[in-house]
């Protein structure tokens, strides 16, 4: 990694403008390319996680897809995935929520079980701005380079890393509740997340990860609002001082608008995602109608508003999901 001039105090200034004590600025960090020949970060956007890869199934492990870029990035933003590039915040959360040292040669999946320990100990995760940019890594690849798990190992070896490798991936499910089969190591499950500020419902919700239906998985890219406490007593006993306020019927009513925002803004960028995937499968069923000289059961256009009646129910549905699972 690379450090621009003066990181130190620009990262400090960045955490102060979050104006919340329980921050952790967090993300991938930009590639050494942009870093200009002054050793500034001359651009307008940052970088953000907000979209996981694709999962086949619920108990998939769920991880981001890499870098995504917030233009005009003047203040941090609020996120809901951990990223493992870099991690800065006040000591108490690396205090109060330590890393699980029992997940054995687990690459993906550690930032999700990150996310959920921090984020259930009410610790907030932002993106730097533009301003706060200041960490750097080498994305090139040196295929000359070999990695530690293409190191040849005995027959033996090899096959107790599989193992170990499986038992840390049931880790990961066990902990975010998703489905899984075979052997876990539960060793100190209870230290390592115990964490009750908020839930692990009301993390899926936030995450965007369906321990039911992969399908229902939401990207975060939308604006994300703070998510209340369910235990606040917690934080204001480390934080002599701060009150978290019981919400009233205005802040009630504007944390079901937020929700119902929140929503809406996530089915619509999962609408743009798969709206060219769904007119290619339907030209491609017309196409395929065409060479076989039949009709389609009916046109285009009388197929369009049966869908958005599925739209609107799959809508209704996936709102309803994510209500209880965030206000319960």
């Not at 002054?38 to 199934?57: E, I, M, Q, V, W």
């Not at 990695?147 to 170990?164: G, I, K, T, V, W």
């Not at 209340?228 to 002599?240: D, M």
């Not at 958005?308 to 709102?319: F, G, I």
Request: net charge negative.
């Amino acid at each position: 990694s690379q450090l621009l001039a003066d990181w130190d105090t620009k990262l400090v200034k960045e955490w102060v403008r979050t104006d919340n004590e329980m921050a952790v600025l967090t993300a991938y960090p930009s590639g050494f390319h942009m870093i200009d020949e002054n050793g500034t970060y001359p651009h307008l956007s940052a970088s953000h996680l907000c979209d996981h890869s694709k999962r086949s199934g619920p108990d998939d492990i769920p991880f981001a897809t890499g870098i995504l870029f917030i233009e005009y990035s003047e203040r941090p933003q609020l996120s809901a995935f951990f990223g493992a590039g870099l991690s800065f915040s006040k000591c108490h959360a690396e205090k109060r929520v330590p890393v699980d040292n029992y997940t054995k040669w687990l690459f993906f999946g550690e930032e999700s079980l990150r996310s959920y320990a921090l984020w259930s100990h009410g610790y907030d995760l932002y993106s730097p701005s533009r301003h706060g940019s200041v960490v750097f890594h080498n994305w090139t690849n040196d295929p000359s380079r070999t990695s530690y798990m293409q190191h040849p190992l005995p027959e033996a070896a090899r096959r107790r890393r599989a193992d170990e490798e499986k038992a840390s991936g049931n880790r990961v499910r066990a902990v975010l509740t998703l489905p899984f089969h075979g052997d876990v190591d539960t060793t100190g499950l209870a230290w390592f997340y115990n964490g009750s500020v908020r839930s692990i419902e009301s993390f899926l919700g936030f995450h965007g990860v369906s321990n039911a239906n992969a399908s229902w998985d939401q990207e975060r890219c939308h604006q994300l609002h703070w998510v209340p406490y369910e235990r606040p007593e917690i934080v204001e006993q480390l934080l002599p001082g701060w009150v978290q306020e019981a919400l009233g019927a205005h802040e009630r009513s504007n944390d079901t608008h937020n929700l119902v925002a929140d929503t809406l803004e996530a089915l619509k960028a999962q609408w743009a995602k798969d709206k060219d995937h769904m007119l290619h499968n339907m030209e491609l069923m017309h196409l395929k109608a065409l060479e076989e000289r039949t009709h389609l059961p009916a046109s285009v256009a009388e197929v369009l508003p049966a869908m958005a009646v599925m739209v609107a129910l799959a809508s209704v549905a996936l709102w309803w999901k994510y209500s209880q699972a965030t206000l319960h």
